[in-house]
């Protein structure tokens, strides 16, 4: 498909209304535009984390560079599959056309092996994780948290069956896949895995052995 952008800014937006796929016009606070919205900044952290991945390269050798390469290769993949993922979501029920791509569960097939695939390299957990882990695992860990925040904006559109229910499950394998992708370029370029420390319970004060004071009854007032 040909696409040809001659002008970046339309005027067409600044009453506070926007259009979507097919012409539609809607506020831009709709739950619909909200969602491709966080769609797009997802997508934007995911750029982030493929230029700090190609930062990252200088000085890696082995394990680390063939780690930070695929991990590019991979992002790009999904940078991709989340533009295909905004234009579903921009297109209102009703208004989809033939030859459309829409999720699938196939591709909800293909995230969970490359979890799988990723896993099965890395240690078990024994403690919850904090997010960090060295640029690249710590700016996925904001990508994670971003996903998660654009799966929950879905369930209003799935509550008025406005949305494929395969949107929401593959928004859900997403954020897990970039938590283990996360832990995985960590442990392939050695950064440490912070580790949430909980908070030592504080013992209760000792007893002093007296007893308690007792307080003083109101006093009645006297009548006169």
């Known amino acids: 498909m040909a696409i040809r952008i001659n002008r970046v800014y339309t005027r067409t937006g600044d009453g506070g209304k926007t259009r979507l796929v097919g012409g539609r016009e809607v506020r831009k606070d709709d739950p619909r535009v909200e969602i491709y919205g966080t769609v797009d900044e997802l997508n934007s952290v995911l750029g982030m984390a493929r230029a700090l991945a190609a930062a990252a390269v200088t000085g890696q050798r082995g394990r680390g560079l063939a780690a930070l390469t695929e991990i590019d290769g991979l992002l790009a ?4 599959r989340l533009f295909d993922l905004g234009s579903e979501i921009a297109t209102a029920a009703g208004d989809e056309w033939p030859g459309m791509i829409r999720m699938a569960t196939s591709d909800v097939d293909e995230l969970e092996r490359l979890i799988d695939r990723l896993n099965a390299s890395l240690p078990a957990l024994k403690s919850f994780i904090l997010p960090g882990g060295g640029t690249v695992g710590a700016t996925l860990h ?4 971003v996903c ?3 799966e929950r904006l879905c369930v209003a559109l799935l509550d008025d069956k406005a949305l494929s229910p395969v949107v929401l499950v593959w928004l859900n394998r997403l954020s897990d896949l970039l938590f283990v992708m996360a832990r995985w370029i960590g442990a392939a370029t050695g950064e440490p895995e912070p580790l949430w420390v909980p908070r030592t319970p504080q013992p209760l004060p000792a007893s002093t052995g007296r007893a308690p004071r007792q307080k003083a009854a109101p006093k009645t007032p006297r009548r006169r």
């Open 148 to 150: 998660r925040r654009a």
């Open 77 to 80: 993949e999904l940078q991709s």
């Open 142 to 145: 904001i990508g994670r948290t």
